[in-house]
């Protein structure tokens, strides 16, 4: 069935400058002088701590003594595609190591009620052809992605030289043994010939630095700790029958709190969802997988849908082109091509496609301000969640179930946005606009280490590269890269992630890019029996000159936007190249685009020089 545009209000009904007025006074009401320094690490007193695991028993050992030719740092999806890119490669003597109890990185972690994919899960499984899968669901259960996961890493023998349960606390570059010592919490020592970064992006959880948090005596824990044994219920059935006689607060509203606030709504005795910045929320759509549609894709239909999403979600569409994906995520760009369909497609320069664009994304976020508006019955209620601010400042949602909840009797919208977060916990609960909650129990889906300094997000002790220097103070400025994956004195290490590549709408199609770009670095240095691969200085500067020469300056409309992780919370800083920036996905990419990035890497492969690399040998072989 064609795609068809979304009804949105006309332009005309659309006071583009109040509304511009409107998103500054909201963004203001947030920002806040701390920054990143707001949030605090869940660490002592907490319960549910990043270290521990609430899924699975975690058993004791001896220390390891192992060398290995590659460590994978990471089991997530960025983990495990690395492992099946290096097989496929033939490199065979990989180590995945993860401090979780199996594959799956964040679907792992996260088994909190109502867990779900939030993206086209057709597009964000990888491997689907290959693997012959296809997702029971447009956007499939969490459960279903975290056994998907196994299911590769057992199709490609990635279980064999695992080791779980084991976090990884740093990492020294050991110049005459020329590789890269490994220190775990397990006290084992690790010689790997490469490492390949997968450690994510969301997987060190934050809390809200909230005066008094530690002096509250009930239950606390976050979102990717979820403790069914307090609840009640599990992630395939969750029934949260233990909280029937519980007063639970829930601090956040992103992506995570959208998911479970219906299922702790329809279970808690009272439910007070704390809440600073609204989200965007629209209808979800997601009816199982249509056999007869499968039966219709050809092969290459995976490639394809992430082309065409990227288009959707990002680019702009072509004249002419579906829209596969059809969702909120595609909907500005979709009603623009049909408006400029209907105008015959006229050029336009940059700036003005720019410009048609920000008027349909005033025109959507109306639709979803009036979308809340019929749904939520009491009249103060609606006006606090409806989202005032660019459509890609935040993360959008969907979500069926989610306004709804605000109907029951037993819940309660508590808006701290006025006073830029929780005011203050207690020893019963916490204190909103002068007045003190008593809770059972307090929920915190406050998000995750995205965009805070390395040592926060990668909590690494240690991380020396040649000469002792420390990748803390090699990148204090900014990222410094070849190509996004690899840095000068740091050799034979790879990272996967955001750091100065390009940007993919799909983030496990851009992690499958950059795992397959290392397993050929990786092969190629293997095969010609080199001990080490780096990136020269000037290869590096060249490419980072290049980098920044031709970025796209997003930092007036980030600054625009509400804080967020997206824009590192509204904090700047001064990059490697003296201007100012906000540190974010969406300010380290690759400005010409990603099929430009990915012609780039393309040519450098086909041209098989290594070129740039320092290509040191290796006298033992
Ligand atoms: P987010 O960082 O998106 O949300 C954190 C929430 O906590 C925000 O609502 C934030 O408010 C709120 N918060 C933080 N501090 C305070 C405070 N002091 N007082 C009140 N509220 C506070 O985390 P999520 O876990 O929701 O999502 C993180 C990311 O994980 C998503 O953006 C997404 O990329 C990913 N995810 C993906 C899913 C998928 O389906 N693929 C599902 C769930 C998550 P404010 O907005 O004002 O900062």
Redesign the pocket.
Known sequence: MKCKPTAIPPAEEIDIPALREKYRQERDK?LKREGQK??VQPVDDFESTYEGDPHMPVKSREPLSKEVEVAVLGAGISGILAGVDLKKAGVTDVCTIDHAGDFGGVWYW?RYPG?????DAYC?LPLLEEMGYMPSKKFADGAEIFEYCQSIARRFDLYDNAIFHTLVKGMRWDETLLRWRIITDRGDDIRARFVIMANGL?NIPKL?G?PGIHDYKGKMFH?ARWEYDYTGGSQKDPVLDKLTDKRVGI???????L?AIPHLGKYARELYV????P?TVDQRINPPTDPEWVKTLKPGWQAERHANFQRGALEGFLPGEPDHVCDFWTEVNRNLAAELEAEGWPELSPEEFMERREVMDYRVMERMRRRVESMVKDRDTAEALKPYYRFSC??PLSNDDYYDTFNLPNVKLID?STTK??EEMTEKGFIAHGKEYEVDCMIF????EVSSDLDRRWGFDVFEGRGGVSIYDHWADGYETLHGVMTHAFPNLFFIGYYQGGLNASTTEQYHRQTSHCAYVIREALARGLASVEPSKAAQDAYVKHFHDTAIDMTDFQREC????YNNESETRIGSDGREKFRSFLGETYGPGWTAFEKMLGDWRDQGELEGLVLVADPAR
Request: charged share 10%; net charge positive; glycine share 10%.
């Open positions: 947030r707001q949030y996260n867990i779900q994919c939030d993206n964000y969301l809200p909230i979102t601090v956040g509203t992103g992506a995570t709190a998911q704390l809440q600073r910045t989200s935040k993360r701290v977060g929780v889906a406050s998000g995750f509400t804080p967020s992780y």
